[in-house]
Nanobody, 128 residues
């Protein structure tokens, strides 16, 4: 069974930066891609917003339009870790951030319903 664990969230002032990490363990050979999604209060799982996605070969598969060049997704294959560097953070970036794994090739980078394994989520709060 594949497990995902996020870290690196917290409280940051507007304009600040955070770097999220997602460590995959277990049956990592099943991984086709890792995506970052975010969810704000009142939204359902299916309404989680796609942030960024990277495939098993390190190719960038997706960035959300609102990222606007502020976020960068990367991976360390040897460590089975995917990172999300977030710069120039805005209050509207406040959400619970999840990493998720696509276990088949039939995934769409920004569509949470095509990702099968999920981490527990981590809070990111952007506020002065």
């Amino acid at each position: 069974q594949l497990q995902l664990v996020e870290s690196g969230g917290g409280l940051v002032q507007p304009g600040g930066s955070l770097k999220l990490s997602c460590v995959a363990s277990g049956f990592t050979e099943e991984l086709h891609a890792i995506g970052w999604f975010r969810q704000v209060p009142g939204k359902e799982h299916e309404e989680r917003e796609g942030v960024a996605c990277i495939d098993k070969n390190g190719e960038i598969a997706f960035y959300g339009d609102y990222v606007e060049g502020r976020f960068t997704i990367s991976r360390d294959g040897a460590q089975n870790t995917v990172y999300l560097q977030m710069n120039s953070l805005k209050p509207e970036d406040t959400a619970i951030y999840y990493c998720a794994a696509a276990l088949t090739e039939w995934y769409v980078g920004g569509n949470p319903t095509t990702f099968q394994a999920w981490g527990q989520g981590i809070q990111v709060t952007v506020s002065s």
